[in-house]
């Protein structure tokens, strides 16, 4: 079966209480996306039959809803044009269709692809995903993370506040729990000394990668530090810093696998 898919079928109205992209002005209704289910394990699920629109002239058309737009670019390998998005698009509250949502991606364990998935889906969804793997008895790869880091031994030597710029920047664009480890350190060594302007650069970035992000790179990178030692420390500074009151969490563990 031929059918729309990919930020095309993304871009056109589905059948599911789901968001979608609707950057539909920005596409090029003339080069769009057609696939065929026998290509895919996915075969004809999340497919709706008979569409048409006549804003981008489809008549009579085959198309992915968004859950099956999603699993065709992740089976794919498109990750870039997924990431920070595909949350949003599939998000969701009903925890039985978030469940159908990750079954699905399970799927995918079979591919080659699978290291770069389930990578990408720790990042999406974090914690979420961590948990329905730990449920279904899917592997979840720790990551073996180095903190005995230089930086520590540089800050003497240049301004704390250069590095620190540095460390917050590295916190925001990577997943990495050395960074996490250095930000604390430096929090806990050297406030007093940083720029106000530094101070809220930190305090932004905790409000960006919060509580949520903090349990998730805790439990899944292992590292030669006590990552429990460490969660702590975040959280008592994350209150410190006043953060805490939209929270419910009393504090963040750490499995077993990780410490």
Not at 125 to 130: E, H, I, L, S, T
Not at 153 to 167: D, F, G, L, P, S
Not at 188 to 205: C, D, G, H, P, T
Not at 228 to 254: H, P, R, T, W
Request: with cysteine; glycine share 2%; proline share 1%.
């Amino acid at each position: 079966m031929l059918y729309v898919s990919g930020v095309y079928a993304l871009n056109l109205p589905c059948k599911l209480d789901l968001q979608g992209d609707w950057h539909m002005s920005a596409l090029d209704w003339k080069k769009i996306t057609f696939l065929n289910s026998a290509d895919s394990i996915y075969k004809d699920y999340g497919i709706e039959q008979s569409y048409s629109n006549s804003l981008v002239n489809l008549y009579n058309v085959n198309k992915a809803n968004y859950i099956r737009a999603c699993l065709d670019l992740l089976e794919q390998g498109k990750f870039s044009l997924l990431k920070t998005f595909m949350h949003k698009w599939l998000d969701t509250d009903d925890k039985k269709l978030l469940s159908e949502i990750f079954s699905q991606v399970s799927k995918l364990s079979t591919s080659d692809k699978w290291s770069e998935i389930d990578d990408f889906m720790c990042h999406e969804y974090m914690m979420k995903w961590v948990r329905f793997k730990d449920e279904k008895g899917i592997p979840n790869i720790i990551k073996i993370s180095d903190s005995r880091s230089s930086v520590k031994e540089q800050i003497n030597q240049i301004n704390v506040n250069n590095i620190a710029e540095h460390v917050i920047d590295d916190y925001l664009r990577r997943t990495e729990l050395n960074d996490l480890y250095l930000l604390m350190y430096i929090c806990r060594k050297y406030w007093k000394n940083l720029e106000q302007s530094v101070k809220k650069r930190i305090k932004r970035a905790m409000t960006i990668k919060d509580l949520e992000y903090v349990e998730f790179v805790v439990n899944t990178q292992a590292s030669f530090i006590d990552n429990q030692a460490l969660a702590n420390d975040y959280f008592k500074f994350f209150n410190e810093l006043g953060l805490l009151s939209d929270y419910s969490k009393s504090s963040i563990e750490v499995t077993k696998e990780s410490k």
